[in-house]
């Protein structure tokens, strides 16, 4: 099930196992509720989540020893090699980046474009994909076929936008995090992350796992400025390694583990 397993309404009579998947989406709270659903006795199930990226927190509890870990550290069979590309506020850099696109296209692949972050507000985050959209229309992939996916559609037109770039109705996917998890189209080789510093790492990586899932090699480009130490130093990491392993780490080093015994 989804989220909605874990609230009123929804009892176990004898919960012995809850995975998680996808970790990172659910808080805290969330998923103490769901280890407390186990009816009729204090005994708590047994509990496996599941993630490419483990958040800082994951991995402070595995310090202090609350987790054990497994490890699946090759990727899945007939996956292609994905490239991650920094690429500055200069107009030169970003109309390179958008030839890369058209190129692709024409070469018979598609594209995501990912539209800012913007912080407590999914209105303000469908606004801007929708902004970014008609632009891209009018200027940079004029002449290409363009799509809209954000998280303030109405399910039917969200799975509608889906389901035309899934079958190649649609060469470029201009859409908010709502394609982070779940989303796969082999045919996809390039991603374009607008104001890529604002996101954070793991959520970085998450996107980026959304294109090279077929034959083809991908390139993912972050475009960023980013002004402040952190920033830059996670799109060092993000340049530097594809090893979701490896960038939790960093998150850690970057971000600190926050409350381990706190929200």
């Given at each position: 099930?989804?989220?909605?397993?874990i609230?009123?309404?929804v009892?176990?009579a004898?919960?012995g196992?809850a995975?998680?998947d996808?970790?990172?989406?659910f808080g805290?709270?969330?998923?103490?509720?769901?280890?407390?659903?186990?009816?009729?006795?204090d005994?708590?199930?047994?509990?496996?989540?599941?993630?490419a990226t483990?958040?800082?927190r994951?991995?402070?509890?595995?310090?202090?020893g609350?987790?054990?870990?497994s490890e699946?550290?090759e990727?899945?069979r007939?996956?292609?090699?994905?490239?991650?590309?920094?690429?500055?506020?200069?107009a030169?850099?970003?109309?390179a980046v958008?030839?890369r696109?058209?190129?692709e296209?024409?070469?018979?692949?598609q594209?995501?474009?990912?539209?800012p972050l913007?912080?407590?507000?999914?209105?303000?985050?469908?606004?801007?994909?929708?902004?970014?959209y008609t632009?891209?229309v009018?200027?940079?992939l004029?002449?290409?076929?363009l799509?809209?996916?954000?998280g303030?559609?109405?399910?039917a037109d969200k799975?509608?936008?889906m389901?035309?770039?899934?079958?190649?109705a649609?060469?470029v996917?201009?859409?908010?995090?709502?394609i982070?998890?779940?989303v796969?189209?082999?045919?996809?080789?390039v991603?374009v992350?607008e104001?890529?510093?604002?996101?954070?790492?793991?959520q970085?990586?998450?996107?980026?796992?959304?294109i090279g899932?077929?034959?083809?090699p991908g390139v993912?480009?972050?475009?960023?400025?980013?002004?402040?130490?952190?920033?830059?130093?996670?799109?060092?990491a993000?340049?530097?390694?594809a090893d979701g392993?490896l960038?939790?780490?960093?998150d850690l080093?970057i971000?600190?583990?926050?409350e381990v015994?706190?929200?």
């Amino acid at each position: 099930g989804t989220h909605a397993l874990i609230y009123d309404g929804v009892d176990f009579a004898d919960l012995g196992l809850a995975v998680i998947d996808e970790q990172h989406r659910f808080g805290v709270e969330q998923r103490d509720l769901l280890r407390a659903k186990r009816a009729g006795d204090d005994r708590t199930p047994d509990v496996l989540v599941m993630t490419a990226t483990p958040i800082p927190r994951t991995a402070a509890m595995l310090i202090y020893g609350d987790l054990d870990r497994s490890e699946l550290r090759e990727l899945p069979r007939g996956r292609a090699q994905v490239v991650t590309e920094v690429v500055g506020p200069s107009a030169l850099e970003r109309t390179a980046v958008y030839d890369r696109v058209r190129a692709e296209v024409a070469a018979g692949r598609q594209a995501y474009v990912v539209c800012p972050l913007v912080e407590g507000s999914a209105k303000l985050e469908a606004k801007a994909a929708t902004e970014e959209y008609t632009r891209l229309v009018e200027e940079d992939l004029a002449g290409l076929r363009l799509g809209l996916l954000h998280g303030q559609m109405a399910g039917a037109d969200k799975e509608a936008a889906m389901a035309a770039f899934r079958d190649g109705a649609v060469d470029v996917l201009v859409t908010t995090t709502v394609i982070e998890v779940g989303v796969d189209v082999p045919n996809a080789t390039v991603m374009v992350i607008e104001d890529a510093d604002r996101f954070g790492l793991l959520q970085l990586h998450q996107l980026r796992g959304r294109i090279g899932r077929g034959e083809h090699p991908g390139v993912c480009y972050l475009l960023a400025d980013p002004r402040t130490p952190d920033g830059a130093a996670r799109m060092d990491a993000m340049h530097s390694t594809a090893d979701g392993f490896l960038l939790a780490e960093l998150d850690l080093d970057i971000r600190g583990s926050g409350e381990v015994f706190g929200e």
